[in-house]
């Protein structure tokens, strides 16, 4: 069964940053993508940042230019650096995997391994 620890969540001050990390507990083989989701008290999860089997990426609107998704294959390894943060960017983050598919975006729905989550807060 896969999976998914997130880290590196902490509070920072606005314009600060923060890197969190997901690892995957099995290796996968075949297709897969892997995204970070966020959600806040009272307010439905959505999708920050997801990354393709080819590497390719998508952002929501409202973290592009401050915070890059990435993975290491050999680490079974998820990563988010998270810059310039503002204090609605907090939330408890979550790590998300689809297996077995090439491509995906950023409903939740695509997503069917999901971690426990880790809490980012940033203070004005």
């Known amino acids: 069964q896969v999976q998914l620890v997130e880290s590196g969540g902490g509070s920072v001050q606005a314009g600060g940053s923060l890197k969190l990390s997901c690892i995957v507990s099995?290796?996968?083989?075949?297709?897969?993508?892997m995204a970070w989701f966020r959600q806040a008290p009272g307010k439905e999860r959505e999708g920050v940042a997801s990354?393709?089997?080819?590497?390719?990426?998508i952002y929501a609107d409202s973290v592009k230019g401050r915070f890059t998704i990435s993975k290491d294959n050999a680490k079974n390894g998820l990563y988010l650096q998270m810059n310039s943060l503002k204090p609605e960017d907090t939330a408890m983050y979550y790590c998300?995997?689809?297996?077995?598919?090439?491509?995906?975006?950023?409903?939740?729905?695509?997503?069917?391994?999901w971690g426990q989550g880790t809490q980012v807060t940033v203070s004005s």
């Open positions: 990354i393709d089997t080819d590497g390719s990426t």
């Open positions: 099995t290796v996968i083989y075949g297709p897969y993508c």
């Open positions: 998300a995997a689809a297996l077995g598919i090439w491509h995906a975006g950023l409903e939740s729905r695509e997503y069917n391994h």
